[in-house]
């Protein structure tokens, strides 16, 4: 019985011994590198703040501005904000790396803008006596969302009508400014 513990000791010494020389040259079974994993920051802006952020179609805590640690490879990234379309890029991470995302509204905007030395000081209202028309449908503000593309616009007022057509951009701020103009030829 003896023998056997002498042996079982003798085997157990040889085992650490060469589990230790195993592990000084690099050669243990544990494929594990001692040095983090390497990773890059992604720096995810854009137009709209608080905007989301999705990175492969998970949509991720932190919202416009935020920074990411990620491993490298390849993201797709998707920012979000209510009242825009939404963004996409493709993001091959090979080092830090800074995207900026454009979100653009649907539609354009169109603002009526009257200088106030073309307004009657005598009407109590003068606004209410302007009619807008967009595409033959009268609007009472004077400040719309149009879908982009051409449009008609109409200003009525007494014996007074304008007519134009106009083509608006999504994303873009028009001002419609009725001025006075004196040209000599």
């Given at each position: 019985m003896n023998n056997i513990r002498k042996g079982f000791l003798v085997l157990m010494v040889l085992a650490i011994g060469a589990a230790s020389v195993a592990a000084q040259s690099g050669a243990t079974g544990d494929r594990r590198d001692p040095s983090p994993a390497r990773t890059h920051a992604l720096t995810v802006t854009a137009n709209v703040r608080n905007a989301e952020i999705y990175i492969d179609?998970?949509?991720?805590?932190?919202?416009?501005?935020?920074?990411?640690?990620?491993?490298?490879?390849?993201?797709?990234?998707?920012?979000?904000?209510?009242?825009?379309?939404?963004?996409?890029?493709?993001?091959?991470?090979?080092s830090d790396q800074t995207i900026r995302a454009q979100l653009v509204p649907p539609t354009a905007t169109v603002i009526l803008q009257i200088p106030a030395e073309l307004l009657n000081d005598r009407v109590r209202d003068p606004w209410r006596l302007i009619d807008f028309y967009l595409d033959g449908r009268l609007r009472n503000e004077a400040r719309i969302e149009v879908d982009p593309g051409y449009h008609d616009v109409t200003l009525v007022s007494g014996g007074l009508k304008l007519e134009r057509e106009f083509f608006f951009e999504a994303g873009r701020v028009y001002t419609l400014e009725l001025f006075m103009r004196l040209d000599s030829f």
């Amino acid at each position: 019985m003896n023998n056997i513990r002498k042996g079982f000791l003798v085997l157990m010494v040889l085992a650490i011994g060469a589990a230790s020389v195993a592990a000084q040259s690099g050669a243990t079974g544990d494929r594990r590198d001692p040095s983090p994993a390497r990773t890059h920051a992604l720096t995810v802006t854009a137009n709209v703040r608080n905007a989301e952020i999705y990175i492969d179609g998970v949509r991720q805590r932190q919202t416009t501005p935020a920074t990411f640690t990620l491993r490298p490879g390849n993201y797709t990234i998707r920012v979000e904000a209510r009242g825009y379309d939404s963004w996409q890029t493709r993001v091959v991470l090979t080092s830090d790396q800074t995207i900026r995302a454009q979100l653009v509204p649907p539609t354009a905007t169109v603002i009526l803008q009257i200088p106030a030395e073309l307004l009657n000081d005598r009407v109590r209202d003068p606004w209410r006596l302007i009619d807008f028309y967009l595409d033959g449908r009268l609007r009472n503000e004077a400040r719309i969302e149009v879908d982009p593309g051409y449009h008609d616009v109409t200003l009525v007022s007494g014996g007074l009508k304008l007519e134009r057509e106009f083509f608006f951009e999504a994303g873009r701020v028009y001002t419609l400014e009725l001025f006075m103009r004196l040209d000599s030829f």
